[in-house]
Structure formats: C-alpha cells, structure tokens
C-alpha cells in the first residue's frame, strides 16, 4: 500500500489555489494599476539610488517539486542527485548588474557546476555564496570579492553546505547536511541550521530539528530569522513557518505562523526601518525553487494573528524577496530580476537573455551590523534546563482543572538514516513518521510549574499526565536547549502574546528547589517495536478470542501479516482502539490523544472478558502509546522502493490476477476496486481519508480518518490477505462455509475448501506470499535491513567499511541507538 502523498504540482495549477488560511491576503491583493516604467524610476530615484550593482546568482531547475529537494541524492538510488541540473551540467553562474547600465559581469562560472545563496557581506565588498564544482556532488561555502578576485573555499567535507548568512561576530551562519538525515516523508536529505568561524573553523550545530531549516538571514536585534518544519504526531505537509534563534542557538521561538495549517514562509528578510520582515509565502507544501507570493508580516499582534500577514500581488509567483525599504522590494521572477512596491505594483528591471533563471537577486551595498548577542550557552556543558511557569496556562484546554496535571513525560524524536516514500511506510499507520524515545517523567508542583534538566541538543517534547499516568495534553511541536541554556515557557501552548507575571514566576514552587532529573523507566525499552514488545502480550492475553479461526468481534490480533504491518497492528486502529496523532493538525483536545483516549489499555486496566495483565505488561503498551504506537522500532524496517512495489504487486496478484472468480463469485455484493457500492462494501477497501466532511472539524490534507462502522476494518488488503498462513486469509474465510472452518459471513460462497474457484484464490495468495518470502520480511526471524540502510550505516561511521551483510550478523536496534548517540551533543566532541 505504498501512498506518495507529496505529489508533483505544476505551477500552472497551484496558481490556482487558494494560497492557505495563513497567506489569507494573497487573494486580496492590490491590482496594478501604476504605469511599470514609473515603478522602476521612483526606485531608482528613492530606496535604490545609492544601489549600483546587484548581485544574483543564475542555474537550471531541479525536477523534484519539493521546494527543499534540491541538494544532494535519492536515498533509493545514490546516483539519482537532486540538485540543480539532477546530476547533468548546470547552467550555474554568480553574476552581477550593474543597474544604470545593465552590463553583466561574470564573477565566477561554474562552468557546469552550481551556484546558489550569494548574500552580500557587511562592508558590501566581499559575496559569501554556495558552490558546487563541476564534476562533484556537494555545495560547500565560497566567498568572492565583487570584483571577481580572491575566491576562496570556506567548508569542505561530503555534506552539502549551503544558504549562508554573515553574523556580525564575524562568524557565519548556514544550512548544512552535517545533521547526517533523511526527511521523514520524502527520499532526500536534511539540512538544518550549523554555524562557524569566518574561515570555515569550529563548525557547531545550532539546530536539532529532523526536518529542513532554510533560508537563515539576520533581524535587526541581532537574532536569526528562519524557516522551520516539524511535524511532531502532526500533519506532514502543512507546518513550515517562521522561527527565530540567537545565533548561538538558544532562544528557539516561533516567529509567526506555527498554529496554522498551510503555507511555507520561505526566504524571509526585514525591512529596513520597520519591525516587518518580507518572506515568500509559497502555497500549500510549497513550490519548486521556493516560487511563492511576496508577503509583508508584522509581529506586533504576535505569531498567531492572520491579519499580521499582507501579500503584496497575486500570480505569477517570485522568488528570494528583498527589501529595500516599505515600498521598494526586489524579487527573482523566471529570468527577469523585478522591482515591486508597497501596493504590489510591479515592473521588470533587468532580462537574463542566457541558460538558466535568475535567483537570489540581492543589492551591492555596505549595511550596518546588527549587535552581538552574547552567548547564552555554555558549550562545556552536557546539558540545560526548562523551566515550565503554569502547565495550566494554555490553548485549547478545556476541562483540565488544577491539579490534574502530576507529572510531565519526556520523549525525544529521532531521526533518520534513511527515508524511502511519501508516507511513515512501516513506522506506523499515518501516525507518527518518526520514532519517539521515552527518555522518562519529571514532576509537575501544585501550581502549575516545572523545572528540570534536559540532556543537550536533543529535540523533546512534552505529555502532561495525571495521577494514574494517563495523557492529559499532548505537544505537538518539538523544543531543545542547548548546552548551559535555561529555556522558560509560560504554559503548555499557550497564547504567544502572554508573557510570565513577573511576581508569580518569582514564587514558582519550581524555583525554591534543584531542578528534576529525568526518571527514567528502567528495564523497559526506551524505543517500543510492535512486534517485540507488543505482540507477545496479544499472544498471551488476546489471540485465544481474536485470532483468525475464532475472529470475535470480528477482530483478529494475531500477528500474522498483511501486505504491510501485522493484522493486528493495522486492526487496533482500524477499529479504533489507539489514539495517535492521525496525520492531522495537531493541538488536539484533552484526553483525545495518547493512553487517555486509547480503548485498548482500558480494556488491559478493567479486567476485559476475564483478562489480567501484569504491572510491567500494562506499562510496556502505555510506553508503546505515548511514544506514538510504532509498528517497526527500527528504521532498519523502512522498505526500499523495490519492497514497497513487491508489496504492492503482492496485492495485484490476488485481486487482478484473481478478478474472475472474485466478479463471478462475490460481485454481486461486493464492488471491486477503490469505490465502495451503495452498501459501502468495497473489496478491497483503500477509503481511509475519504468522509472528510463528516468528522466535524478542520482535517489534516493526508489525515487518517477512520470513523464508525468504516468498511476498511473489514475490507482493507490488510485485513483481507494473509501472507504469514494464506488459508486464514479473511477473503477465503469469509465466503467458506462454517463447516468448513469458515465465517460463512458471505453466506456459503464456497461450500468447502475444494472448490475450484477457493483453490484459485488459495494459490494466488500462496503465490504472493512465496515472491515476498524470497526477502525476509520485516517481524520475522531472519530479517536483514536493505543495502541503502547499510550504505548510509558505512557512511556515517556506524558500521565499518569491511562489514558485510550475507555474513556478519547485525542487531539493527543496537545499530539504531549507535547512530542517535553519534549526533548527541558532548562537550568533548565524543
């Protein structure tokens, strides 16, 4: 059932769109009415007079329609690159214009290599940008004088550097592979914030996000202005808003936009004499190349305000927006450099005639330095603290009286090594994309607060619990401190606008004590896998009832497997019985999400038909829930693209090798294919998402939406085929006589196992069980990871050189804690 979920859309269609709730003026948007030659005079004459030059930088598309899949290679295929050009010559040059004549000099050709992210430095004669040689695979950071002399390299190494920005200590700024990741929902790699010396020394990681930090560019305050995406038990393709962070990486905040849905806040930059910034607001999951619509954002009203955000025109899309004053703006357009104004009255200033579009237009000139903020770490030491003010005081939070909160657990994200489709493939079912670590709890005082140690560096986030342990509210972002730093939030999510009272904060019951370590769970599993740990307890307490054979409530929570998790893995959700995040928008409700909504450990806690689990069995599935109830704890088990289509031709071979007996036999109750029939009984059923409109609130764009009586608990391939033991398939079962050893749920469609039609469909699921065996599959005994999971592992130095995998053995959840505990944070650097 391998779902692409991100879909290639051409930007003819998404000029179309409606560009989001957040971008909600685009629609808005001034009409051009100024004659466009007076546009470019009053700037020339106004904002741009003392602008003589501007740089810009000139290369080839890339074909992948992700605005960040535009470095590096595809995990399935390492010689498939993703930069400009996708592995072919560029048309790459770093380029600049002289304004009042439009003569172009060539500071640097790449000569089929790439450049990209000039920025200009502070005494406006020297370019700091990224380049990718000809011949090679990675960007690295350069810095050129403007006129073309003293070229020199800054980093180096087999990590893409790139989008960098000076920071007025004299250090630098930018987006780096370094992080040694793959995004969770794509096939390509992550970059995330780094910094380092002028000279390229003493490169730091400054941000522990698993996803895509980009476009970092300074505020005038001094701290660093970015984008930011995260989707924490959250939809994937709808949170990359605007953050800001010092520029030693403490202070992490949002900026704007991160409760709502939609919008990717890319290339964003102040405007100067204002306490605004302009930013590419590109729709949906974002465009190719970071096309968007120039939009205006004030913080005044905070980060949550839809009003704060202005767009200045409609389609055709720009890209890299920079401002030189409120109504003088400069943006790539194709191969046209364009001035705009503050109406959105826009003019072209200058046609690139050669190979290639324009990108990164940026002016010439000498700027002040933005002050130093003084480090608020301290890089000697391992950890940092948060300090909770009122977990109370928040957003969304009715019913949640004082006192109900006892304690906080906490769970770090991990990340990964290796990513293969659109969707979180065998981590979960449309729940969680990424492994959650239970690193332990820490108490919550009467009033509300909480202070305790973090280890740094690590992305966490937080599950109040009440007094039997069960999820009160749950955070559906992430947040780190770095070393030495105290990190102080009001509430738990709450209204960004609030600020602490001063007074209060000075009486938290948090303050007049050390600061809490973390408790861990010792002797379970920090990392849950289904099949380990969960399963054996089904085996012992639920299989008797709900197995195959015997099915009752029609449920079976036998590990057998279907074409892609167990049956009883996809079954507890299907029937609703764990509540995770869905895939949906986040911020849920309380009590809606985690152990407090979840009827399977109700059913563990009450004694359900008899059943008693241990102590030790209860805490094992609570551990497993609130760490997002993963299938596979291992990303080992993410499936290669070759799997995923093997799975998917496992399913072909039953219900289009078998449509015959299938129509003949079963159609005349049963529709065939992906739409249900009048009874809501398709067969197989695929229709999770569909019914949108009935759940009563806003949904996430691929949220899993499961409701009552839902002809996918029954009908899914997952439910129907059995590739652990093919005869206990339901499809078989269903229509074969009880005497038989059947459901007769169908009715007697097969009298008994010797029918013609029951042996066709018996071998064609034999069949496709035999072509999945030929590899063992993930949960069974002589598992082996796939060759990118091992390539990536060589890498990163987790594995070594000479291993082979036909004959050394491997553990790969020992092999997945060695490669998180390589990116964890120590002061020494081991």
């Not at 459901?743 to 069949?767: N, P």
Request: neutral net charge.
């Amino acid at each position: 059932m391998r779902r692409t979920f991100s879909k290639p859309v051409s930007v003819a269609a998404l000029a179309g769109l409606c560009l989001s709730s957040v971008a909600l003026a685009t629609a808005a948007a001034p009409p051009a009415t100024r004659n466009p030659s007076a546009v470019v005079a009053e700037a020339l004459a106004g904002p741009m007079k003392n602008v003589r030059q501007i740089v810009f930088a000139v290369r080839l598309p890339y074909d992948d329609p992700h605005w960040y899949a535009n470095i590096g290679y595809y995990c399935d295929d390492e010689h498939h690159k993703a930069y400009a050009g996708n592995g072919k010559p560029d048309a790459g040059k770093l380029c600049l214009l002289d304004v009042r004549t439009a003569k172009i000099t060539v500071l640097l050709d790449a000569r089929g290599g790439s450049v990209r992210d000039p920025q200009v430095h502070y005494d406006g004669k020297k370019i700091l940008f990224a380049y990718r040689q000809s011949g090679t695979d990675y960007y690295h950071l350069y810095e050129i004088n403007v006129d073309g002399s003293g070229l020199r390299q800054i980093t180096s190494g087999e990590f893409d550097d790139y989008e960098p920005t000076y920071l007025p200590d004299g250090g630098i700024i930018f987006v780096s592979t370094r992080c040694r990741c793959w995004v969770n929902c794509w096939m390509t790699q992550v970059g995330v914030l780094h910094r380092c010396e002028g000279d390229g020394g003493n490169i730091r990681r400054i941000s522990y996000s698993g996803e895509h930090d980009n476009t970092p560019w300074m505020l005038p305050d001094g701290r660093i202005l970015y984008m930011r995406w995260e989707y924490v038990d959250r939809s994937q393709v709808e949170f990359h808003h605007l953050w800001t962070m010092n520029p030693d990486g403490t202070g992490q905040t949002i900026f704007y936009g991160n409760m709502h849905p939609g919008t990717v806040m890319l290339d964003a930059k102040p405007i100067p004499g204002t306490q605004q910034i302009i930013a590419s607001f590109s729709p949906g999951h974002g465009v190719t190349d970071h096309k968007g619509i120039a939009t205006i954002v004030s913080p005044a009203a905070g980060p949550d305000d839809l009003r704060s955000a202005r767009a200045l025109h409609k389609p055709p899309f720009i890209e890299d927006p920079y401002a030189l004053s409120e109504d003088c703006f400069l943006a790539a357009r194709g191969k046209q450099i364009t001035v705009f104004d503050g109406s959105g009255n826009a003019a072209p200033l200058f046609t690139w005639t050669g190979e290639g579009d324009i990108r990164e237009p940026r002016p010439v000139v000498p700027r002040p330095r933005e002050p130093v903020i003084a480090p608020r770490g301290d890089w000697n030491k391992p950890a940092g603290q948060f300090v909770l003010a009122d977990v109370y005081q928040g957003r969304n939070m009715q019913g949640v009286r004082r006192g109900d909160i006892k304690k906080l657990l906490v769970l770090e994200l991990f990340p990964k090594q290796v990513n293969f489709s659109g969707g979180p493939d065998l981590v979960s079912w449309l729940g969680t994309f990424t492994l959650e670590r239970v690193l332990g709890t820490v108490p919550v005082e009467e009033d509300g607060s909480a202070r305790f140690e973090a280890p740094a560096g690590r992305p966490v986030f937080f599950v109040a619990l009440d007094e039997k342990d069960l999820s009160v509210k749950r955070m559906h972002s992430f947040t780190s401190v770095m070393p030495g730093e105290t990190l102080a939030c009001v509430g738990c999510h709450e209204p960004r606008t609030r600020t602490p009272d001063s007074q209060r904060h000075a009486d938290l019951a948090a303050l007049h004590r050390p600061p809490s370590r973390i408790e861990p769970f010792g002797g379970f599993p920090d990392v849950l896998d289904f099949p380990r740990d969960i399963q054996p307890i089904l085996d012992k307490h639920c299989v008797e009832c709900h197995r195959p054979q015997r099915r009752d409530g029609r449920v079976s929570l036998a590990g057998d497997l279907g074409p892609t998790w167990s049956q009883s893995f996809f079954s507890l959700f299907a029937y609703r019985q764990v509540a995770d995040g869905r895939n949906g928008l986040g911020n849920s409700p309380p009590r809606s999400i985690g152990s407090s909504a979840s009827p399977l450990l109700k059913k563990l806690d009450v004694s359900h038909y008899g059943v008693t689990v241990t102590p030790r069995e209860w805490r094992t599935v609570w551990l497993w829930i609130e760490s997002g109830a993963p299938y596979a704890g291992s990303y080992a088990g993410l499936r290669n693209q070759r799997d995923q289509e093997k799975s998917q031709a496992a399913i072909a071979a039953v219900f289009k090798d078998g449509a015959d007996v299938l129509r003949t036999r079963c159609g005349q109750c049963h529709a065939l294919g992906e739409k249900a029939d009048e009874q809501g009984r398709p067969l197989p059923s695929h229709s999770y998402g569909h019914h949108r409109g009935s759940v009563g609130r806003p949904t996430g764009a691929f949220e899993r939406i499961v409701f009552e009586n839902d002809p996918i608990a029954r009908y899914s391939a997952n439910i129907l085929l059995n590739f652990s033991r093919p005869a206990l398939s339901s499809l078989l079962l269903g229509p074969l006589s009880k005497k038989a050893g059947g459901y007769a749920s169908c009715g007697e469609i097969f009298k008994g196992t010797g029918d013609s039609d029951y042996q066709r469909l018996l071998g064609l699921i034999e069949k496709a069980k035999s072509a999945l065996d030929e590899e063992p599959r993930y949960a069974t005994p002589t598992f082996k990871p796939n060759r990118q999971y091992i390539r990536e592992m060589k890498k990163y130095g987790i594995l070594p050189p000479q291993f082979d995998l036909a004959k050394d053995p491997i553990d790969v959840f020992e092999l997945d804690q060695a490669y998180w505990r390589a990116a964890w944070y120590s002061p020494d650097g081991h």
